[in-house]
């Protein structure tokens, strides 16, 4: 078996980071040193394990060597690494206000998830602002000690002293503007500071003059309408009418047009007066009650609400992938054993990845299904196994939990599947791969082509933009075909390939079928919710959630399927590369659009080789098996065949004649 190769650091460079890198590469190795399959490969950073190590190590002043590997900084600098969760009880026992725990908690969760660029400086201001504001909360106990947020913010030592709000959002900038008495009248801030407040208390006497001024604020509003009814009773001439309307009068508007007599005046006036002031005597009442205007004792009740998400009925269909009850693969090329070194030298991976709780029996089935996942892929899409050299496969080594049973890590170009046995998701996630390939591994947001893309033709619309989005308007047929040429002509660049990636996202999200320039999915038809422009497949996935709608799902959905049928096609079947199982949902192409699709991939695919110069797939055996694994509720492996051509036929009347001896028992069985 390869052993794990180990990780040339760049210590002449860095003289100060000997030892970091080396004692995790060691302990990963101590983990695995009794291990029949290990990792294999160049380690590829962000593992649990790897993270667990660091967890232990890293320190703001361990940023250098974060930063070594970019997608390694990237994933490890976000506000749950760098800015500590702020513990409500543990903030009462220390003795702080209730109102200034809770603005902690309010500050933390208005602070960015991650960086505001993907960049070295970026990560470096956003942890050191963090670990700034982090400072200032382990030493506050009142709202008043949170002030010091303001300079940290606009002294200009972490960030330029006016890209706070830029840099760190408006939320954000809000909170701590609104802390020192600026921006008074940004509503969501200020409610936030009178919520806290109210928290942290008031003592009877603290209320008392707030409640003074509220009671001569009322006092004033509701003499005043009591002297504009006083005065009016004293009216006696239209002259008096007049000036009382120019002097005493409290309100304007109304019926006041249409009085015409003193004794209309009078009455009308003394109604609307008294009813103002009646309402400002509830309204004196109901505030006198509400902070500051009365004590208050310090109130933590904030801190044991937990929030529960509301259960409503739903319509949508129930769509959650299930691990695989066997594992069945027919006509591929014969795969007799397969380890990590397969991985590495036959498929041209870059490494490979086992999570510590993956035992060897697992990792040996993983590995051998995987590897033949593989090499069917690339023979039906006829592209040559090196195109995986920038690939990396993990086994349960990278997942953060969730439901998610294969997940694809732009930043690593890394495939992580988790410890059961697949759940035919192979070829969504390298559909993944294969879509972040096609934009060159770029780190950026978003890093897939398909994202930028769609991004690109949605903008080029200019205005006309709402007729895409809008539930109230749309475009013609015509029209939109006639503007999707045009964009598609002048502002996608010059190449076959992205010319064909473009064309896909057009066929995915609009249905717009660009090898005829036609519409494939529009309709004049009622379909509620459905705009002309939208495909089927865009409109049913919207109907899921923006997790389905999204063009990157909806791409590696749509190369499931064109995998499946390529498949079909040679008689051929692989369910742990794709089990389609949730193929009859409409989140997956259907019919028509479908078909489209499928010619879309092959026109993408075929200008891909011929724009990078792919080479062709190269079978490395002639001969072919078929193969059945059943798998039990546990994901081991109850029982196997492999099977050459030469006994294919053989076997199959051996299971023939004992499923017709099984029947005959049944029935036998049943006669009893």
Not at 240 to 248: L, S
Not at 643 to 664: D, F, M, N, V
């Amino acid at each position: 078996m390869s052993k794990a190769k180990k990780i040339q650091l760049r210590t002449d460079r860095f003289p100060e980071l000997r030892g970091i890198d080396d004692e995790v590469e060691k302990a990963l190795q101590e983990k695995q040193k009794n291990r029949q399959y290990k990792d294999a490969g160049k380690r590829v950073h962000g593992s649990r394990k790897e993270q667990a190590m660091y967890s232990k190590l890293i320190s703001s002043s361990d940023l250098q060597s974060i930063e070594q590997d970019e997608a390694t900084a990237i994933e490890l600098v976000k506000k749950d690494k760098v800015f500590p969760k702020v513990d409500p009880q543990l903030e009462k026992e220390n003795g702080t206000d209730s109102g200034c725990a809770f603005l902690k908690v309010k500050l933390r969760q208005a602070f960015p998830a991650t960086p505001y660029a993907n960049t070295k400086l970026a990560r470096e201001q956003y942890v050191k602002m963090a670990e700034a504001f982090n400072t200032v909360f382990n030493e506050a106990v009142t709202i008043e000690d949170l002030k010091k947020l303001l300079s940290i913010a606009t002294d200009g030592q972490i960030i330029p002293k006016t890209d706070f709000g830029m840099l760190f959002g408006k939320q954000l900038r809000n909170l701590v503007f609104v802390l020192y008495g600026y921006g008074n009248g940004v509503g969501a801030a200020k409610q936030t500071l009178i919520e806290a407040r109210r928290y942290s208390g008031i003592s009877k006497e603290r209320a008392l003059p707030h409640y003074n001024n509220l009671k001569a604020y009322y006092d004033r509003i509701i003499e005043r309408q009591q002297h504009c009814i006083d005065s009016a009773k004293q009216i006696i001439s239209e002259a008096d009418m007049r000036q009382h309307r120019t002097n005493d009068l409290t309100f304007r508007g109304g019926m006041l047009s249409s009085v015409r007599t003193v004794e209309q005046y009078v009455q009308y006036v003394t109604q609307v007066c008294t009813r103002f002031i009646g309402d400002h005597q509830k309204e004196f009442n109901q505030k006198k009650e509400e902070f500051p205007n009365k004590e208050f004792e310090p109130d933590w009740s904030w801190a044991n609400i937990k929030k529960t998400a509301a259960t409503q009925s739903s319509s949508k269909p129930k769509m959650e992938a299930v691990p695989l009850a066997y594992i069945k693969r027919t006509g591929g090329l014969l795969i007799e054993e397969a380890d990590e070194k397969t991985v590495i030298e036959k498929l041209h991976f870059k490494s490979l990845t086992l999570g510590n709780y993956v035992k060897d029996n697992e990792a040996q089935e993983h590995i051998r299904h995987f590897v033949a996942a593989i090499v069917d892929l690339c023979e039906v899409l006829d592209i040559n196994l090196s195109i995986n050299e920038n690939l990396a496969i993990a086994f349960g080594a990278f997942g953060r939990g969730g439901k998610a049973m294969a997940t694809y890590y732009p930043t690593r170009q890394l495939i992580n599947l988790t410890k059961r046995n697949g759940d035919g998701s192979v070829a969504h996630e390298w559909g993944h791969f294969f879509d972040h390939y096609l934009n060159g591994f770029a780190l950026t947001k978003p890093a897939l082509r398909s994202e930028q893309y769609l991004d690109l033709l949605m903008d080029k619309f200019g205005s006309r933009r709402k007729y895409l989005t809008s539930s109230r308007s749309s475009m013609s047929g015509d029209y939109f075909i006639s503007e999707m040429e045009y964009n598609l002509k002048n502002h996608i660049p010059e190449s076959p390939l992205l010319k064909s990636m473009a064309g896909m996202v057009a066929m995915l999200r609009f249905g717009y079928y660009h090898i005829e320039g036609t519409m494939v999915s529009y309709h004049q038809d009622d379909i509620k919710g459905k705009k002309p422009t939208d495909s089927f497949l865009y409109y049913h996935s919207k109907l899921q959630g923006s997790y389905w709608s999204n063009i990157a799902e909806m791409f590696a959905r749509s190369f499931e399927c064109y995998v499946a049928d390529k498949l079909k096609e040679q008689g051929r079947v692989n369910n742990y590369l794709v089990s389609g199982s949730l193929f009859g949902f409409p989140v997956y192409p259907q019919g028509k659009e479908r078909e489209c699709i499928n010619k879309c991939f092959d026109h993408l695919i075929a200008s891909m080789k011929s724009h990078l110069s792919i080479k062709s797939f190269a079978p490395f055996t002639t001969q072919r098996a078929d193969e059945y694994i059943d798998i039990n509720q546990e994901g081991t492996v109850n029982k196997g065949v492999i099977i050459g051509k030469e006994r294919k036929l053989k076997l199959a009347k051996i299971r023939a004649k004992a499923i017709i001896i099984k029947q005959k028992q049944a029935l036998a069985t049943g006669s009893e």
